[in-house]
């Protein structure tokens, strides 16, 4: 059983930056594709960011502005995000997909394993 604990969202004004943290804790993290989405007010959870194995996977909106990157001897995992815009206003969760799924990296189905979730929100 893995357990992720995500850290660092928080209310930031357009055109700013935001550094999101995720912790895991009782797998072997190395093992687990990892990833991050985000879910609107009133939307379906959307993938963000993957980092599967070294390669990493973006959303077409998020392309070019964040970037997800992973420590294994820390067992962590980070969403850096630039030039924010109200649209990226959400929930965002870190997830973490057992070896097998790790193809599947852009599925929110493929993901066994959810953090609480942390709010981002972006101020005009």
């Known amino acids: 059983q893995v357990q992720l604990v995500e850290s660092g969202g928080g209310l930031v004004q357009d055109g700013g930056s935001v550094r999101l943290s995720c912790a895991a804790s009782?797998?072997?993290?190395?093992?687990?594709?990892m990833a991050w989405f985000r879910q609107a007010p009133g939307k379906e959870r959307e993938f963000v960011a993957a980092?599967?194995?070294?390669?990493?996977y973006y959303a077409d909106s998020v392309k070019g502005r964040f970037t997800i990157s992973r420590d294994n001897a820390k067992n962590t995992v980070a969403l850096q995000m630039n030039s924010l815009n109200a649209k990226d206003t959400a929930v965002y969760y870190c997830a973490a997909a057992r070896q097998a799924d790790r193809s599947r990296w852009s599925d929110v189905g493929a993901y066994s394993y959810w953090g609480q979730g942390t709010q981002v929100t972006v101020s005009s």
């Open positions: 009782g797998g072997i993290f190395y093992t687990y594709g």
């Open positions: 980092i599967p194995w070294g390669n990493t």
